[in-house]
């Protein structure tokens, strides 16, 4: 799988839209963008994924550059409680090979200030 | 649709002893996925197992630790004869299938004290 790179950290406004970069210039095209994110010490918690188009959920939206090459994630209003450790994961279509763990690097910690 | 469920969420062992962690997935998942959380460090996969199989154990140490996946009941990771090093997060996740399509849904985790 492709490696990730991310800010160690960031900070944001309570109510203002925190964006969150990644790059990972290695991606192939069988290769999804992933985006999780582990609040304190709980278990990591999905938010979205994406492969080429942009993506929304009730969540958080993902861009993802036309190259392919990086990607954002937005949430739209950040609350105190999105204060996290936000991991942007790069995983291959295709199973085997060493390809089926999850590769966590250290994300990014988003701190939500009020 | 009840998440991935995993216990005990806390165990304490002293060393020597034997842990046993138990993983039940989410309805209708047959791909479970362990892995492990040292203090102050990051996720690290430890083994991928479909029902009565083991996939891969690329990320698992080679002595004291093994995983299962009966055909009937939860997941299991066993680690024998526990030493302080072993004090960490064990979490699990599931899938429906191993495309990278599929997403894994993780459980909260046990969290495992070597006294």
């Known amino acids: 799988d492709a490696k990730t790179t991310q800010p160690p950290s960031m900070d944001c406004a309570e109510g203002r839209a925190a964006n969150l970069p990644c790059n990972h210039s290695t991606i192939s095209g069988n290769e999804y963008v992933y985006w999780y994110r582990q609040i304190h010490s709980q278990g990591p918690q999905y938010i979205i994924h994406?492969?080429?188009n942009n993506e929304t959920n009730e969540m958080a939206s993902l861009i993802i550059t036309e190259d392919r090459k990086s990607s954002t994630l937005i949430l739209p209003h950040a609350t105190l409680r999105d204060t996290a450790v936000y991991y942007c994961i790069v995983r291959s279509f295709y199973s085997g090979g060493g390809a089926d763990g999850l590769t966590f690097g250290k994300g990014t910690h988003l701190i939500i200030q009020p | 649709n009840a998440g991935v469920m995993q216990n005990p969420r806390h165990l304490v062992r002293r060393r020597g002893q034997e842990a046993r962690l138990r993983c039940s997935p989410m309805k209708g998942h047959s791909h479970v996925y362990w892995y492990r959380q040292l203090p102050e460090e990051g996720l690290k996969f430890m083994v991928y197992?479909?029902?009565?199989?083991?996939?891969?154990e690329s990320g698992m140490p080679k002595e004291r630790f093994s995983a299962e996946f009966p055909k009937e009941g939860p997941s299991i990771l066993r680690i024998q004869q526990v030493v302080r090093g072993d004090s960490a997060a064990y979490f699990c996740?599931?899938?429906?299938?191993?495309?990278?399509?599929?997403?894994?849904?993780f459980g909260p985790g046990t969290r495992l004290t070597v006294l």
């Open positions: 994406g492969l080429k």
């Open positions: 996740a599931s899938s429906p299938s191993a495309s990278g399509s599929d997403t894994q849904y």
């Open positions: 197992l479909q029902k009565e199989n083991i996939i891969d």
